[in-house]
């Protein structure tokens, strides 16, 4: 009770969940660690932090690799409110940037050099030699105790201060729905150092008291999966649509799938060829944003159909007049992280404009159309809405297509149509560039005026961003550097089958 | 579920484990942890009770699994101990994190059926 009056929410929590218990339980490729020892090795590191004067919502860099370490680090910084800021491991000079970035007063860090304010674990995890922290610029943020990176495949990065009320919500969400418990064995292949891998994945699993095995090429290489849950007997996992599409690609990966009791697919929209194959698993598909911590909807296991993104969880979701999806609840974090002034505080109780574009079906199953800023004007001020057009486009298509809306001068649009269903893509080749131009003629109506190439492409020739979605070209190039004539060029149409 | 590491267990105990005392075992510069199926300890040498920092009297009778290293009530220790004595082919290495008074220490563990003497071992030593 003194705990909880003082602030310290999690302590409580920690200690019945891990001190002398066997469960949860960790798995790495060289070691094995139960709660028990997570326990006694955060007791050193909170030892470490107090002898160290950092006090609560002091910022601590966490840039290890997933490890035992890693996790006696976390607990120990849950135990004393710290405001923990995990980032992957790097040379020093990023760590000395990322410390200066978060204004961090200590970062733990694998390095062998001798840089200040940076400390590494032994080989057992424990903290090592005594360090100085560095003075904070700013405030510290006791009521933060995580600040999460978004992956800036949006945009530039943002810095998500996420609070323990944030983090409780969406532990108390998922844990229930997601119905982990300690028979449960948890395949972790994602980065801790995001929201999806590290709440979603690794907490709720942790909180539940299951067991979790690391896999040791985080991620990388998903050809070792099947493997390594036949080892440990895996009943659950979570990925992004990317790895699942990958497995799907082998009867060995598909097996996998299929043996998995649970686990969520998040972090990017759910094509249909890969809906289709996911629908023969217990699997589920995650929404969320970093700023939601990142917990907004979950759909039913196996329920799968295109983009869907599933029911909300533990918030309140509102599709506005223009098909944004605003989010408001405890999961929405109250603040965020500006390199220049700190915290940022968030207005209480905001409705978070999530950027996504979804259409809601009448049992509220939430489906992903598209991000709102992928919609761009002309340059005579007309509003092209692309991802609204591309569903359309893709309708009148048939098959399995993907069909992206862009330009490079806003001027021109381009069409390109891509597959991963080679049946699909030659069908649509065959319709030659006439043919297409009649597909899309009723959906583009006066837009028609403005059309340029028509492109068809192998999917595996598209350019991908690191969550496995396809590059629009126009994010990148602004029309002044493209093209300095100003001339359309319908003409230029072409098709072409790589 | 077996991790890898090699046995650390040398040929001699292996070869005399039907016959080992507990003042053999004490010799060992490794932990010797001797249990019945149920996992009650026969046998606890004194390099093991030294590390745990309890006393070999008051671990003989005791539950390893349950009582005396609680830590280990999961299904890749205690799991594999029964799932190996089910099968009459206990012979399990891994990696693990005992907490040895109050710190984290790295180990390696091995988990024996000797099939000629009916007996069931926990092997430990620091790595």
Redesign the interface.
């Known amino acids: 009770m003194a705990d909880e009056k003082k602030g310290y929410v999690w302590r409580s929590r920690i200690r019945d969940r891990m001190r002398g218990r066997a469960t949860p339980l960790f798995i790495f490729e060289h070691a094995a660690i139960p709660a028990a020892s997570v326990w006694t090795g955060s007791r050193l590191w909170v030892e470490h932090f107090r002898s160290a004067g950092l006090q609560a919502g002091d910022r601590v860099l966490l840039a290890l690799e997933p490890s035992p370490a890693w996790l006696m680090i976390f607990v120990a910084c849950l135990w004393e409110d710290l405001t923990i800021v995990p980032v992957p491991p790097s040379s020093s000079s990023s760590i000395l940037d990322s410390i200066r970035r978060f204004d961090a007063r200590l970062a733990i860090t694998a390095t062998k050099e001798s840089v200040p304010a940076v400390i590494s674990p032994d080989r057992h995890g424990r903290p090592t030699q005594s360090v100085t922290p560095r003075q904070a610029a700013f405030a510290p943020s006791p009521e933060t105790r995580l600040i999460l990176s978004t992956s800036g495949t949006c945009g530039r990065p943002t810095h998500a201060a996420i609070s323990d009320r944030n983090l409780d919500a969406v532990l108390a969400s998922h844990i229930q729905e997601l119905g982990l418990d300690e028979q449960d064995i948890c395949l972790s292949t994602l980065p801790w150092t995001h929201a999806f891998g590290l709440i979603i994945d690794l907490l709720t699993a942790v909180f539940a008291g299951a067991t979790v095995v690391r896999d040791p090429a985080n991620g990388r290489d998903v050809s070792t999966l099947p493997a390594l849950a036949d080892d440990w007997d895996i009943t659950r996992a979570c990925m992004v649509p990317l790895q699942a599409a990958k497995l799907a690609e082998s009867e060995t990966g598909r097996r996998f799938l299929t043996s998995l009791h649970g686990g969520v697919i998040g972090g990017a929209p759910v094509d249909m060829p890969l809906a289709h194959i996911l629908a023969t698993t217990r699997l589920r598909v995650g929404y969320g944003q970093t700023e939601a911590s990142p917990g907004i909807a979950l759909g039913r296991p196996g329920e799968w159909c295109d983009r869907t993104i599933g029911l909300a969880i533990g918030c309140e979701t509102s599709i506005d007049s223009h098909s944004h999806l605003l989010c408001r609840g405890d999961n929405v974090c109250d603040a965020i992280w500006s390199e220049s002034v700190g915290l940022v505080a968030m207005p209480a109780g905001r409705w978070l404009d999530t950027g996504d574009l979804v259409s809601q079906s009448p049992d509220g199953t939430m489906s992903f159309v598209g991000r709102s800023d992928h919609a761009f004007k002309l340059s005579n001020g007309r509003l092209v809405n692309a991802p609204e057009l591309e569903l359309h486009l893709a309708d009148a298509l048939g098959g399995h297509a993907v069909v992206l809306l862009t330009t490079l001068d806003h001027r021109t649009l381009d069409i390109t149509i891509t597959s991963s269903d080679v049946e699909t893509l030659r069908s649509i080749a065959a319709r030659g560039d006439a043919g297409l131009r009649r597909a899309v003629k009723p959906i583009l109506g006066s837009l028609m005026g403005h059309l340029g190439r028509c492109t068809v492409r192998a999917d595996h020739d598209m350019a991908r961003d690191v969550k496995g979605q396809f590059v629009r070209p126009q994010l990148y190039a602004h029309p002044a550097q493209v093209d300095h004539t100003g001339r359309k060029d319908p003409s230029s149409s072409f098709l072409r089958v790589a | ?1 077996t ?2 590491a090699t046995t650390f267990v040398s040929s001699d105990v292996l070869a005399n484990l039907g016959g080992l005392t507990q003042a053999q075992a004490n010799a060992c510069d490794f932990g010797v942890v001797q249990v019945d199926n149920a996992g009650k300890i026969i046998i606890y040498n004194q390099w093991e009770a030294d590390l745990a920092g309890i006393t070999v009297q008051s671990a003989i009778g005791k539950s390893f699994f349950t009582q005396i290293a ?9 799991g594999a101990f029964k799932k190996g004595v089910a099968a009459g082919s206990l012979d399990s290495t ?6 040895y008074k ?5 180990v390696n563990i091995h988990l024996l059926h000797d099939s000629a003497s009916k007996t069931n071992w926990v092997f430990v030593k620091t790595a």
């Open positions: 579920m991790t890898t609680p830590c280990t009530n999961n299904g890749l220790f205690f891994f990696a693990y994190t005992f907490t109050m710190k984290p220490t790295n």
